[in-house]
């Protein structure tokens, strides 16, 4: 076999290899033994967004939707943070637990409802954020955009905006995990 034909199939081979190692990957049980499942759906991670002005502004992911609820994206669990300081050192911050988690290709929405915040009048309020996870430079956009407070309090679970702001460089991580519902 000559060597360019080795290091070819050499080749393809770690890319079958890495690609059956994607599909199998797997979740762990709450006492952290793997179940050989792949999750129905994921979105992880930490971004600063970019802002001329140098606000500190923070999104953090911890959501998932377990292979056993494929069907019902309502069923997703985790926690997400979001904060918002100026220049000034002004702004605040919120944690919100999931009640929902779309993902399709490399594109999230989230929803959850806020139960912890430094805030006035926003505990209690469900709010959306959407990921575009790019692998570059991830996008981000949030249900309250355009909004001078949180939004309406009685927002629809799964719904965020156009993800419209860029993140800043060096800093997004986002992992999408795909959902493949059966239709």
């Not at 599909?23 to 930490?46: F, P, S």
């Not at 220049?87 to 009640?99: C, F, I, L, P, R």
């Not at 800093?171 to 059966?182: A, E």
């Amino acid at each position: 076999m000559s060597r360019i034909t080795r290091t070819g199939a050499v080749g393809a081979a770690l890319l079958i290899a890495a690609g059956a190692a994607a599909t199998t990957a797997t979740t762990a049980t709450a006492d952290g033994h793997a179940t050989g499942k792949r999750e129905a759906a994921a979105l992880t991670g930490t971004a600063k967004l970019y802002r001329s002005a140098g606000d500190d502004i923070t999104f953090s992911f911890d959501a998932h939707l377990a292979a056993k609820d494929n069907d019902n994206p309502l069923k997703a669990t985790g926690t997400f943070r979001f904060s918002h300081y100026g220049a000034n050192g002004e702004g605040g911050w919120a944690k919100a637990k999931v009640d929902c988690l779309l993902t399709g290709g490399k594109v999230a929405v989230v929803s959850g409802v806020i139960t912890a915040t430094d805030l006035d009048g926003v505990k209690g309020h469900r709010v959306g954020i959407t990921v575009h996870d790019t692998g570059r430079t991830d996008r981000l956009g949030y249900s309250w955009a355009g909004s001078e407070d949180m939004g309406p309090k009685d927002l629809p679970k799964c719904v965020g905006s156009a993800p419209f702001e860029k993140v800043k460089k060096g800093t997004g991580d986002f992992t999408v995990v795909p959902w493949n519902p059966k239709f």
